[in-house]
């Protein structure tokens, strides 16, 4: 039997404390990530983006199918022009002679967001133009979701997407 004085039974080892120290930081660590997640999901870009009015929208889908292929139809071409004073669409037919409709709707939300940025009555100008006095300067891929009045009473409706830099 050896005598080993130098060990004391009642202080811990070294290695007494890793085990419990790296479980005790994998458990700090795992909260942390958990903790950033949610920040980021509720945070970052706005956070969650949900659709407004969702199942309005879902119950008129046939009504909105109809507007879209009526612009389809029409062979309408929409030249839309953001500018830090107006929003200007320019609306052309198939033979790209300017076509003036009675008036319109404009939309514009980011692509990524399902929020409207700007939205209102768009007012005929000359030469097959509309505009909405609300400037638009900001950088990033934008929707333009525009309603048209054709003339009889019925709406036709077009998406532009435009990057802007």
Known sequence: MSDNTDTNPDEPRKGDMLWPGMVIGLLILSVGIGLSVVYAANFVDDGAQVEMDYYQRAVHWDSHQAQVERGMALGWQLDVRPSPERVTVRVTGPDGQPVQPEGGTLLV???SQSAPHIQ???APLEDGTLALDSGLALRGLWDFIVELDTGSGQ??????RRELR
């Open 120 to 122: 209102g009555d768009l």
């Open 109 to 111: 939300r980011r692509a």
């Open 155 to 160: 709406l036709a409706a077009f998406q532009v």
